[in-house]
């Protein structure tokens, strides 16, 4: 019961500090991207958002657990997608204030000039992002379960967090975020050094965790267990990378658009790699999980139950509000992510105050359907593969726009999106077997396909490279220079 | 001119630890139960990886400046939230006026 308690007030506490405001967020601008000017500090902790969320606390044990030293893929795919994003983020910026963007959506939409592409790249990203925000919602609720053994804990703990969380974003939008995430990553670090001091004490160092599954389980340091072998690792880290470097994941581009200049974000993915190293910490507790838990253990529950049997009670406590910090900060970032681009890119056209009305309620229902299928224990988790799958599929486009020229029309990038996103769902939801293959790698093959053929059709029938919306200087636009005048 | 961010050389730079990620599973300490200081080689290997992706950007890092980033990072424009707002309404009724919306 104290356990509980304590984690409940953890959460509290954290949603208190998002919605430490005077000010409420009233214009959608500040509240998605604050005054365009993030340091490097507060891009780093934001940016750094999907290092260490409940897939770090849950998931990574779970698979070192499972398939031994092959869940370094992500290791390998994290610092991967810096060296990608080194070279992408700032492009993006640059393009975000030049153009005034707010949202992926807002970019597919100007840069190849079609409203209708930035609704369909909003419409599946939005629908991508739900199942994500169910796994963190989910993802707390666990934790807390676990840390306390009470189901009624983990309900009410969702609830509440869920709360919290549409209260913070709807009050603070990316300040807010930015303040919890700062204290999501001290508190997640913290929580990974305790739990690896845990272990050291309990097994008298990490060396011998080692030597004893070299012993008892060799096949655990090697790529050769079932289901995690080669094509797994390869494959799941190439999609990942494909996605990430190209910032596919929409709730992904506020941090990048509010950064203070491109050096701030090149200077952050120089040195994010780094923070990497910490997921060495969750792979070496499912690791050493192999020696102390029974084989059957649910993989999602390793490091907990492993926190349980070599840490004491309050210290289980203080892993678990961390765990809830870790889902509650990617919750929030998604959220905003789904409401901007149904309030931006798929409704559209509104007064600037109807707007944040709207985005309001968009808030408060894809929180709601999210903790609504939490509750029931509905399993689109297994959804989430829709989400990275789907979400890959932006991957080409986003390349394409990325130049200084736009040489491939707005048809050709939807009708590709459409394809490899309806792979991706047939494969999900069929259920075809595609062994250790990732089917958002399977489905970037028709993508590609349909974006050449639909090019070559549109090339053949007189299509041109597409020729920008003549913009205005800043200047100009504040000494009211016309539309007419800009052009 | 601005100097261009991206290019095949600073590419190459950077895909040496990419590709050190990626032979992971082909690399012989990843077939057999072989430990590197007490710890498994794949673990040690993953987090050279991780520090030599640092270093590749830490050396593109400076060619890019070297090459004109750094001026161009001081000459760069940087417009008040405002200001980015109204570009937006500019271009948005330029799009209406050119039927893209």
Same mark, same amino acid.
């Given at each position: 019961?104290?356990?509980?308690?304590?984690?409940?007030?953890?959460?509290?506490?954290?949603?208190a500090?998002?919605?430490?405001?005077?000010?409420r967020?009233?214009?959608?601008?500040?509240?998605?991207?604050?005054?365009?000017s993030?340091?490097?500090?507060?891009s780093?902790f934001l940016?750094a958002?999907?290092?260490?969320?409940?897939?770090s606390?849950?998931?990574?044990?779970g698979?070192?657990?499972?398939?031994?030293?092959?869940?370094?893929f992500?290791?390998?795919?994290?610092?991967?997608?810096?060296?990608?994003?080194?070279?992408?983020a700032?492009?993006?910026?640059?393009?975000?204030?030049?153009?005034?963007?707010?949202?992926?959506?807002?970019?597919?939409?100007?840069r190849?000039?079609?409203?209708?592409?930035?609704r369909?790249?909003?419409?599946?990203?939005a629908?991508?992002?739900?199942?994500y925000?169910?796994?963190?919602?989910?993802?707390?609720?666990?934790?807390?379960?676990?840390a306390?053994?009470s189901?009624?804990?983990?309900?009410?703990?969702?609830?509440i967090?869920?709360?919290?969380?549409?209260?913070?974003?709807?009050?603070s939008?990316?300040?807010?975020?930015?303040r &919890?995430? #700062?204290?999501?990553?001290?508190m997640?670090?913290? /929580? !990974? $050094?305790?739990?690896a =001091?845990?272990? +050291?004490?309990?097994?008298?160092?990490?060396?011998?965790?080692?030597?004893?599954?070299?012993?008892?389980?060799p096949?655990l340091l090697?790529?050769?267990?079932?289901?995690?072998d080669?094509v797994?690792?390869?494959?799941a880290?190439?999609?990942?990378?494909?996605g990430?470097?190209f910032?596919?994941?929409?709730?992904?581009?506020?941090?990048?658009?509010?950064?203070?200049?491109?050096?701030?974000?090149?200077?952050?993915?120089?040195?994010?790699?780094?923070?990497?190293?910490v997921?060495?910490?969750?792979?070496?507790?499912g690791?050493?999980?192999?020696?102390?838990?029974?084989?059957?253990?649910?993989?999602?529950?390793?490091?907990?139950t492993?926190?349980?049997?070599?840490?004491?009670?309050?210290? &289980?406590? #203080?892993?678990?509000?961390?765990g809830?910090?870790? /889902? !509650? $900060?990617p919750?929030? =970032?998604i959220? +905003?992510?789904?409401?901007?681009?149904?309030?931006?890119?798929?409704?559209?056209?509104?007064?600037p105050?109807?707007?944040?009305?709207?985005?309001?309620?968009?808030?408060?229902?894809?929180?709601?359907?999210?903790?609504?299928?939490?509750?029931?224990?509905?399993?689109?988790?297994?959804?989430?593969?829709?989400?990275?799958g789907?979400?890959?599929q932006?991957a080409?486009?986003?390349?394409?726009?990325?130049?200084?020229?736009?040489?491939?029309?707005?048809?050709?990038?939807?009708?590709?999106?459409?394809?490899?996103?309806l792979?991706?769902?047939?494969i999900?939801?069929?259920g075809i077997?595609?062994?250790s293959w990732d089917?958002?790698?399977?489905?970037?093959?028709?993508?590609?396909?349909?974006? &050449?053929v639909?090019?070559?059709?549109?090339?053949?029938?007189?299509?041109r490279d597409?020729?920008?919306?003549?913009?205005?200087?800043?200047?100009?636009?504040a000494?009211?220079?016309?539309?007419?005048?800009?052009? | 001119?601005?100097?261009?961010?991206?290019?095949?050389?600073?590419?190459?730079i950077?895909?040496?630890?990419?590709?050190?990620?990626?032979?992971?599973?082909?690399?012989?300490?990843?077939?057999?139960?072989v430990?590197?200081l007490?710890?498994?080689?794949?673990?040690?290997?993953?987090?050279?990886?991780?520090?030599?992706s640092?270093v590749?950007l830490?050396?593109?890092?400076?060619?890019?400046?070297?090459?004109?980033g750094?001026?161009?990072d001081?000459?760069?424009?940087?417009?008040?939230?405002?200001?980015?707002e109204?570009i937006r309404a500019a271009?948005?009724?330029?799009e209406?006026s050119e039927?893209?919306?």
């Amino acid at each position: 019961m104290t356990l509980s308690i304590m984690i409940v007030v953890g959460i509290v506490l954290i949603g208190a500090l998002g919605v430490a405001s005077r000010r409420r967020q009233k214009s959608m601008s500040t509240w998605t991207v604050g005054e365009r000017s993030n340091p490097k500090w507060t891009s780093w902790f934001l940016q750094a958002g999907e290092s260490l969320t409940t897939f770090s606390f849950l998931g990574l044990a779970g698979i070192a657990f499972g398939g031994g030293v092959s869940a370094t893929f992500a290791v390998a795919y994290l610092t991967i997608s810096w060296l990608g994003l080194y070279f992408v983020a700032p492009r993006i910026r640059e393009f975000g204030q030049r153009r005034g963007y707010l949202t992926m959506g807002d970019f597919f939409e100007d840069r190849f000039r079609s409203r209708w592409l930035g609704r369909v790249v909003s419409v599946i990203g939005a629908l991508a992002l739900i199942p994500y925000l169910q796994l963190q919602i989910t993802g707390l609720g666990l934790i807390v379960e676990l840390a306390t053994g009470s189901e009624s804990a983990r309900g009410l703990s969702m609830v509440i967090a869920s709360i919290l969380v549409a209260l913070f974003v709807a009050w603070s939008g990316l300040k807010g975020i930015a303040r &919890v995430a #700062i204290l999501k990553d001290i508190m997640m670090v913290v /929580a !990974m $050094v305790v739990i690896a =001091a845990g272990l +050291m004490i309990s097994f008298g160092g990490i060396p011998e965790i080692f030597a004893q599954i070299a012993r008892e389980a060799p096949v655990l340091l090697t790529m050769q267990v079932d289901g995690y072998d080669p094509v797994f690792f390869i494959t799941a880290t190439l999609v990942t990378v494909i996605g990430s470097s190209f910032n596919t994941l929409p709730h992904l581009w506020p941090p990048v658009l509010a950064a203070k200049s491109a050096e701030v974000l090149r200077s952050n993915a120089k040195w994010l790699p780094i923070y990497q190293l910490v997921l060495f910490l969750p792979v070496t507790v499912g690791l050493a999980a192999v020696l102390v838990l029974p084989e059957d253990t649910t993989g999602n529950t390793v490091l907990l139950t492993m926190s349980g049997v070599i840490l004491p009670d309050w210290l &289980v406590g #203080i892993v678990a509000i961390a765990g809830a910090s870790a /889902a !509650m $900060v990617p919750a929030s =970032a998604i959220v +905003m992510g789904i409401s901007t681009l149904i309030t931006r890119n798929v409704i559209g056209s509104m007064t600037p105050s109807r707007q944040m009305t709207v985005n309001y309620a968009v808030i408060v229902v894809a929180i709601g359907l999210a903790l609504a299928f939490g509750l029931v224990r509905s399993d689109i988790g297994a959804l989430l593969l829709l989400t990275y799958g789907c979400t890959t599929q932006f991957a080409p486009a986003i390349a394409i726009a990325l130049a200084d020229r736009v040489r491939v029309g707005a048809w050709p990038v939807g009708l590709s999106i459409v394809a490899g996103s309806l792979t991706v769902a047939v494969i999900t939801f069929a259920g075809i077997p595609i062994g250790s293959w990732d089917s958002g790698l399977i489905a970037l093959a028709p993508n590609l396909i349909v974006l &050449v053929v639909a090019e070559a059709i549109r090339r053949a029938r007189g299509g041109r490279d597409v020729e920008q919306v003549a913009m205005p200087s800043p200047d100009r636009v504040a000494a009211g220079g016309s539309v007419s005048a800009l052009s | 001119m601005k100097p261009r961010l991206f290019t095949l050389g600073r590419l190459a730079i950077v895909s040496v630890p990419a590709l050190g990620f990626f032979a992971i599973p082909f690399l012989p300490f990843a077939q057999e139960p072989v430990l590197w200081l007490g710890l498994p080689a794949v673990l040690v290997w993953s987090a050279l990886m991780v520090l030599l992706s640092v270093v590749a950007l830490q050396i593109v890092e400076v060619l890019y400046l070297r090459a004109g980033g750094r001026e161009a990072d001081q000459q760069e424009e940087r417009f008040a939230t405002q200001q980015i707002e109204q570009i937006r309404a500019a271009r948005i009724a330029a799009e209406e006026s050119e039927g893209v919306r």
